[in-house]
Nanobody, 120 residues
């Protein structure tokens, strides 16, 4: 069992930045790939980014490339999502996930989510 706790969401103006954090329980954090997804009201959950166990490899959804950056600190059992140049369409609940499947939004474990609201 892995527990994930996201933080860092909030209200920001368009063009602004936010940094999300996700703290994981357990001693085997470095053995999991990690990822972020998001879900806007009335829409399906969509893939945002994923990072390999070591942190060397990352992959992003096309609409996030160049604006978002995923990273991890295995010593702190934490994964991050730096979001820059935010747009109103980035408004959603953001979820971190263990062993994410970016093709079909699925994962072994999910966090409870953190709300990000971008005002125009």
């Amino acid at each position: 069992q892995v527990q994930l706790v996201e933080s860092g969401g909030g209200l920001v103006q368009a063009g602004g930045s936010l940094r999300l954090s996700c703290a994981a329980s357990g001693r085997t954090f470095s053995s999991y790939a990690m990822g972020w997804f998001r879900q806007a009201p009335g829409k399906e959950r969509e893939f945002v980014a994923t990072i390999s166990r070591s942190g060397i490899m990352t992959f992003y959804a096309d609409s996030m490339k160049g604006r978002f950056a995923i990273s991890r600190d295995n010593a702190k059992n934490t994964v991050y999502l730096q979001m820059n140049s935010l747009k109103p369409e980035d408004t959603a609940v953001y979820y971190c996930a263990v062993n994410p499947n970016r093709v079909v939004p699925a994962a072994d474990y999910w966090g409870q989510g953190t709300q990000v609201t971008v005002s125009s």
